[in-house]
């Protein structure tokens, strides 16, 4: 194991959301790369999974960790949106870190019902905030001072891009979803206990996620199961709307850094190009034909598969464009993705055949 991804200080470590996509890899990684105990605060909503962690747990124990199963990772099911079970999480976690992942995070689901947004990703990041805060007042004093409190949020929040530029950490906010509007929202009240409150907090805005075990409902894997099924696949629009695509796994590796040693009180935004100019910005078409050019290589049988691209009415409010300036991560933290997008897809693409056995 890695012993130098978490500093000594840093044993106990409380993961929301860790039965997600994004959480979980951030869990398995814990489990795999160090020796933390970790506590997994999860609601077990509708788009949660433990199998991956379950797969990481058994994959230590034939490497003869057998402490490491209930032992290193303990479930807590808890929503949020209950502050007495959320501060009743905390006391039971004693964590010396915290990873704030939970949210709702599905643009559409948040168009046609974004009361659920407001509960879990504004009153759900307030509870929490007040618990962690209750926490770290009563550490002892060598435990406070390496106490963190990381927030994980989303490049939604800074608005639409035109044709040129990125975004960065001194972006001004102006979302256009619910989705995006409680991300900003949950955003601002973590700063907001950090200048208030001295609590020691670090924010990190992300783009577009993709990678095994993410949930079916978003683009790429909505894709490739469709392909593979030989059903249409939904193309919002003209396809021309842009992203920049970030496999998880790198993704993974940044929130540790931040987490562990960004600046208190800054925020790092992360995405797929990192420093060193690899391409990682898509239209919607180029990931939609990038995806059937693969499974034609795959699934010959079934090809051409772009032949099943059917456009659909486009999304309300749909962002024209994202792109992150990832340098400040990269300058502070030495942080760059290990992965180009055609690697990342394929990885991604052959994970989803095999584990889906279509």
């Known amino acids: 194991m890695d012993a130098a991804l978490l500093p000594p200080c840093i044993q106990r470590v409380l993961v929301t959301g860790g039965a997600g996509f994004i959480g979980g890899a951030v869990v398995r ?24 962690i379950e797969l990481s747990l058994a994959e230590l124990e034939q490497r003869g960790f057998t402490a490491s199963g ?25 964590p010396d870190l915290v990873m704030h992942l939970a949210a709702e995070s599905h643009v559409d689901r948040s168009i ?17 905030l007040q618990a962690v805060r209750a926490h770290w007042e009563q550490l002892p004093e060598e435990r406070q001072a ?24 001194t972006t001004p906010y102006d979302p256009r979803s619910p989705y995006s509007a409680s991300k900003a929202a949950s955003d601002h009240l973590v700063s907001a206990w950090h200048h208030t409150y001295g609590l020691p907090v670090v ?20 894709v490739i199961l469709k392909a593979a099924a030989g059903e249409p696949i ?22 540790l850094l931040a987490a562990t040693r960004g600046r208190l009180g800054e925020s790092y935004c992360v995405g797929g190009a990192g420093d060193h100019g690899m391409p990682s910005e898509r239209t919607n078409t180029e990931v939609v034909q990038a995806i059937c050019a693969l499974m034609d290589q795959l699934r010959p049988e079934g090809a051409p598969h772009s032949r099943l691209i059917t456009p659909v009415k486009d999304r309300a409010g749909h962002d024209r464009r994202y792109a992150i300036d990832a340098s400040k991560i990269t300058a502070e933290l030495g942080w760059r993705p290990g992965h180009s997008f055609e690697q990342g897809l394929e990885a991604t693409l052959r994970w989803y055949l095999e584990y889906h056995g279509n």
């Not at 209930?70 to 004693?94: F, G, I, N, P, Y």
């Not at 046609?112 to 929490?128: K, V």
């Not at 970030?246 to 590796?253: A, Q």
């Open 146 to 169: 390496g106490f963190r409190f990381h927030h994980i949020s989303t490049d939604e929040v800074f608005g639409s891009l035109g044709p040129e530029g990125r975004f960065s950490e």
């Open 70 to 94: 209930d032992c290193r990772h303990q479930l807590l099911r808890v929503d949020l949106t209950d502050a007495e079970a959320t501060a009743a999480a905390l006391k039971q976690a004693d």
């Open 234 to 255: 939904p193309l919002y629009g003209d396809g021309q709307n842009v992203r920049d695509w970030l496999y998880v796994e790198d993704h993974v590796e940044a929130l």
């Open 112 to 128: 046609t019902g974004p009361g659920a947004f407001i509960e879990n990703n504004i009153n759900g990041t307030f509870n929490l």
């Open 203 to 222: 924010l990190t805005n992300c783009s577009n996620n993709y990678g095994p075990w993410q949930f079916p409902e978003k683009l790429i894997p909505v």
């Open 29 to 52: 990684r814990l489990l795999t790369g160090s020796e933390a105990l970790v506590f997994n605060l999860d609601k077990l909503g509708y788009a949660s999974d433990l199998s991956s």
